[in-house]
């Protein structure tokens, strides 16, 4: 006999799981609503201002899976009044690159050597949803579907010297993001240093994740693929035009199914397919790469990659691969989560395939984001204190304290927490890709 439900049991059931699924379907929308809260709120920042970091990112940059060795750019902007000019310098002496992205989070044009101005410089003209119309000579023109979206770009110096680090910065400070209609007379964007500063633009997963999807639905244009899934919103209390006022016992329901959906996300984090075959290290999943992180092919849209990938990361590249690439590990060499309590050993064989250099990060299961109070995120292959093997391999430490004499290789961990790793290559190379350079796994050295 089928098991017997109460109307008012069918109804919170349904309720809850439709909830579920619009965060999966949602995630993209939240986690640039809750980046562009922090733009506003923590950089004070304004329309056409640039939020950059003149030092590589600690744990006060509270977005999800940023590179600790990595000079950030961030800029937030919203084409509801027409079109914005962004100004990019030529890359002289260090290079600026990186990917601009609309509210779905898809990456709509890179920038930069590996971008359309080809590392010469240009003015990227972002054109609003229903924009058809011929476009001013001079510019290189980017077509969004959404009238919300962000850069994040990166600057990279030559090497870490203080002059190159110096010259990178300074290309920062040459970007310039205004509206086409001031393009005769440009403002100068103000370019606001974040480095050291809080930043949070980590998503929560209680009932304000479905105020913050209500308000990035009512903003967006509804397009054919997400028809149905607005009849299945309505469900839930969110339509476009109509305000979102969920009841306290709906408020209820919405935070169970928000850390359903979290709890489902961080177990897909640890999961994927293996980029060298018995090893643990990963790719998430392979829809986005293969799409554009448009996640729409011949069989539909992959709404559960798509959701994994922005609550693993935000800011992905449109050309994958062509400026860098990175591997996810969660997992041990006997396929165990790894445990904060722990001490594990990575060892990283000789000659990495990275033309400018290579850096493994520790990020926080429960966020994505840098493990918070931790001194130090992460190692790379620019630290001269960092010990190198007679071969040209590294050994690296991860642990809650450093192995003895091994404070220059050891990355911390938090006991009590979850965490992966990602393991990034910049400028990566053809041993990479045929799959002739392997990484190893973590090997753990302390008991369980």
Known sequence: MPQEFTPEQLARNTFHRRAVEAAIW??????????????????????????FFSKPSDWRFQFTTPNASTYYVYFNFNLKNGPMVLEVPAAVGAGVFGSVCDAWEVPVTDVGPAGDDGGKGGKY???????????????????????????????????????????????????????????????????????GKMMDGAVKFDAGFFERLARMVDEEPIYARDLAFMGQLR??????????RPEV??????????????????LAVQGGEPWWPGTHWKLPESKGMATGFRFEDAKGLWVDQRGLIFFLAFAAP?????????????????????QGERTYLLRVPPNVPA????????????????????????LDSYDQAMQRNADGAVDLYFGPKAPAGQDANWIPTAAGKPWFSMFRFYGPDKPLFDKTWKLTDFEPLSAR
């Open 125 to 195: 003209l972002l054109l609003p949803p229903g924009c058809d119309g011929s476009v001013p000579a001079g510019y290189l023109p980017v077509r969004f579907e959404t009238f919300n979206g962000y850069g994040l770009l990166r600057a990279i110096p030559v090497t870490q010297s203080a002059s190159d680090v110096a010259r990178a910065l300074d290309l920062v400070k040459q970007l310039r993001l205004y509206p086409l209609s001031q393009a005769a007379q440009p403002p100068v964007s103000r370019h606001i240093d974040m480095a």
């Open 249 to 266: 016992a709906a408020r209820a329901v919405l935070t169970e199914a928000a850390e359903e959906a979290h709890a489902g996300f961080m």
């Open 235 to 244: 469900s839930i209390g969110i339509e476009k035009g109509v305000p979102f």
């Open 355 to 378: 033309k400018q250099y290579w850096a493994a990060t520790v990020y926080d299961l429960d966020t994505c984001c840098l493990v918070r109070d931790l001194a130090r995120p992460g």
């Open 26 to 51: 949602g995630m993209p929308l939240v986690s640039v609503d809750v980046m562009r809260e922090a733009f506003f709120r923590d950089a004070g920042a304004k329309d056409g201002d640039i939020v």
């Open 318 to 338: 449109k050309k994958l691969g062509a400026a860098t690439f990175y591997l996810v590990g969660a997992t041990d060499s006997s396929g165990q989560p790894l």
